[in-house]
């Protein structure tokens, strides 16, 4: 066993002592509160710590990643959304503002000296698309937020391997440190508040593909959209090819705009078979009220949740509602949805007419090797006879894998910590994102996004849900005494030093 590393005894222990993590040599260091993940989530709630009057040496955020921002611009940055293209994300959803003022269109305008941006956010959606801001602009705010706070300052780099109740309260956290940066293998942060904030815990295939990839090490022309892919787009372009895409939302989207941008620009002769499982043929829901449009097999959605979800009627009646029904809303707002923007509608009519762009609805049985290297796709329908695919490629557009045991942490929490799933199969959380079930003593530990799905929030995986749940683990923190509230006075005051990029003690 290397100096400073986990026992039997602490591994197999769901309550440490002080002295059994010291007796195993593993270095201990006190913090009031710890983040774990280091991603937007945990940026949010740094950010509204900071602004309420927590210092730097009272917090640490522990990542792998060099910067908040990272694993979020990785993953829209492989899903086809590069730096100076638009993500989907409402024009006030400023993970760097909490106010929201001034917006992302109003910055835009300001510095393109463009009526554009304020334009298509006054006419939306009826005369224009809705305004989205470019993943530039969001990871250029984020920096300059991060830096105003003394992020860099906050982080602690290395990978976290579990956190653990402290017998008379609070956690030990357990923290890798990168190779050669510490004498120990293992450091402990003992803290009295934990905030989790992991995202996703990985890749998502459909079981066939995963099969696939499986029994014959497949890993060129069957790809998920979320990992490396540019390689199917370079042979596109050196020669014709068939391309099978498998999915229906906004990464599908945007996967099949890339192919058709390709095409058109290069003239490329790309066929692209589109496989829908479920095709919507048009406007859906339970009511008049919760309808939803569609069409072409598309679930149409400006954002990834309805408006009233953030902040509306949507939102009060998922927190009064109980488990059963939260997810019987979910099912009905929660589906896999994509904007209906105009270039990509027109891009697809003109697909279809002129027979290289193929949307069809089946169920995949299986998929095989041809004897050139391609791929054969057997499939399935009702309406129609069974069919064969011959491909070159496959994307898998169908997300990313929420499981909590697919989590190292989030695995631990739910074995170790009292952390219990809810209806959803995620955390179970209080009103103020409290882990029920984690409390220990005076600590509390908390969650949000992905991790925290199907209580009673809705949208916790996007910007606004992110600062929502900060918002409201800094109040039940204020209670507590951990840090002031936010005020009118203070509110302001505050707003003024962010617009003034004025850099907080």
Not at 184 to 197: E, F, G, M, P
Request: net charge positive; with cysteine.
């Amino acid at each position: 066993m290397s100096r400073g590393d986990l026992t039997p005894e602490l591994l197999h222990s769901s309550a440490w002592t002080d002295w059994l993590v010291q007796s195993a040599g593993i270095p201990v260091y006190d913090v009031p509160l710890v983040s774990v993940g280091g991603g937007i989530g945990s940026f949010t709630l740094l950010d509204v710590l900071r602004i309420r009057g927590v210092p730097t040496g009272a917090m640490r955020v522990l990542s792998t990643s060099d910067a908040p921002w990272q694993t979020w611009e990785y993953l829209t940055r492989v899903s086809q959304l590069p730096a100076h293209e638009r993500i989907r994300s409402d024009a006030g959803a400023r993970p760097d503002n909490i106010w929201g003022f001034p917006s992302y269109a109003v910055q835009e305008a300001w510095q393109d000296l463009s009526f554009k941006p304020l334009f298509q956010v006054l006419t939306e959606p009826l005369m224009a698309d809705f305004y989205s801001p470019k993943s530039e602009l969001v990871i250029r705010t984020v920096r300059r937020e991060a830096d105003r706070i003394g992020y860099w300052d906050m982080l602690a780099k290395g990978q976290v391997r579990m956190v653990r109740k402290r017998v008379g309260g609070g956690y030990f956290t357990v923290l890798t440190p990168p190779a050669g940066t510490a004498v120990t293998k293992r450091i402990a942060l003992r803290s009295q508040y934990v905030h989790v904030a992991v995202g996703y815990p990985g890749l998502k295939f459909l079981d066939d593909l995963q099969e696939f990839r499986q029994a014959q090490g497949e890993r060129y022309r069957v790809v998920n959209a979320y990992e490396p892919h540019e390689h199917v787009y370079d042979q596109l372009r050196k020669r014709p090819g068939v391309v099978v895409v498998r999915g229906a939302g906004i990464v599908a989207s945007r996967v099949l705009q890339r192919l058709m941008d390709d095409r058109d620009r290069y003239r490329l002769q790309t066929q692209i078979v589109h496989l829908f499982r479920t095709f919507v043929t048009g406007s859906h829901g339970p009511s008049v009220f919760m309808r939803r449009k569609g069409g072409d097999g598309w679930a149409y959605q400006a954002f990834t949740m309805p408006k009233s979800a953030f902040g509306g009627q949507l939102k009060a009646q998922f927190r009064n509602a109980t488990p059963e029904r939260r997810a019987q809303l979910a099912k009905v707002v929660a589906g896999t949805t994509t904007p209906k923007l105009r270039r990509w509608q027109d891009q697809m009519q003109r697909g279809r007419q002129e027979r290289w762009y193929h949307p069809v609805q089946a169920v995949v049985d299986r998929i095989e090797r041809a004897h050139d290297g391609r791929l054969i796709t057997f499939t399935r329908s009702a309406n129609s006879p069974n069919m064969q695919y011959v491909s070159d490629f496959i994307i898998d557009c169908t997300g990313l894998e929420a499981d909590m045991p697919e989590h190292r942490v989030l695995d631990d929490l739910l074995k170790h910590g009292g952390a219990q799933p809810n209806k959803a199969g995620r955390l179970r959380v209080g009103p103020n994102f409290e882990v029920i079930g984690a409390e220990n003593g005076n600590g509390a530990l908390y969650a949000s996004g992905a991790a925290t799905a199907g209580n009673h929030f809705l949208a916790v995986d996007s910007f606004l849900g992110m600062q929502t749940s900060a918002l409201d683990i800094a109040d039940d923190l204020t209670r507590r005494g951990f840090c002031k509230g936010l005020g009118p006075m203070r509110s302001t005051a505050q707003w003024l030093k962010w617009a003034a990029n004025r850099r907080l003690a």
